[in-house]
C-alpha cells in the first residue's frame, strides 16, 4: 500500500482485526491474513504512518465505572459567524463528559453524546455548556437502554 493507492484486500482484513481487537500480537493477526510476521507488521505500521489507525485504545464498561447515563443533545447556536462557532467547538471539545460531537446540517447544529454518572452531574454539566455563549436552544434526550453500540467501522471488501 503506498500513498494515494487503494487498499488491497491483506490491508482491509489487518484493519478489520485490529479495530476488533488491537491487542493481538502481530503473529496472531499475520496468522489470519496469511502473512509471515515481518511483512503484517511492515503493512501494520504503514498503515499506522498512513492514518487509517489513528490510535489503539481499550473500550472500557462504561456502567462499572459508574456511569449509567448517557445524553444526546442537540444544540442550536444563537452566533453562526465561524470564529464563534470555532470557539463553541474548542470549547465543548474539551469537556471531559462529552463523548462525541458532530457539527449537522439540517434543523440543529450541533449533536452531542454525554455520558455522566447522574442527572445532577448532568446538570452540572449543562450549566457549563450553556454558559459558553449564548444558544437558541438545547435539547437533552436521556437514553434509556443502550441497544448497539459499535466501534468497529464496516470495512468494505
Same mark, same amino acid.
Given at each position: 500500500m503506498s500513498e494515494g493507492k487503494a487498499l488491497d484486500a491483506?490491508? %482491509? !482484513? @489487518?484493519l478489520q482485526i485490529v479495530? @476488533?481487537?488491537a491487542s493481538l500480537a502481530i503473529g496472531e493477526i499475520a496468522h489470519k491474513v496469511g502473512l509471515s510476521q515481518t511483512p503484517c507488521w511492515k503493512r501494520l505500521q504503514r498503515l499506522e504512518q498512513s492514518g487509517f489507525i489513528k490510535r489503539r485504545i481499550a473500550i472500557l464498561d462504561q456502567a462499572k465505572l459508574g456511569l449509567g447515563l448517557t445524553v444526546f443533545v442537540a444544540i442550536v447556536v444563537g452566533e453562526h459567524a465561524a470564529e464563534t462557532q470555532a470557539k463553541f467547538a474548542s470549547d465543548v471539545s474539551s469537556m471531559r463528559e462529552v463523548m462525541d460531537l458532530y457539527r449537522m446540517a439540517g434543523d440543529v447544529d450541533y449533536i452531542l453524546r454525554v455520558v455522566v *454518572?447522574? /442527572?445532577?452531574? &448532568?446538570?452540572? &454539566?449543562? %450549566? !457549563? +455548556? /450553556?454558559? +459558553? /455563549? *449564548? +444558544? %437558541?436552544?438545547v435539547t437533552s434526550r436521556f437514553a434509556l437502554e443502550g441497544i448497539k453500540n459499535e466501534t468497529a467501522l464496516p470495512i468494505l471488501s
Open positions: 491483506i490491508d %482491509k !482484513r @489487518i479495530q @476488533i481487537d *454518572p447522574d /442527572t445532577a452531574s &448532568f446538570d452540572s &454539566f449543562y %450549566k !457549563r +455548556l /450553556t454558559a +459558553l /455563549t *449564548p +444558544l %437558541k436552544s
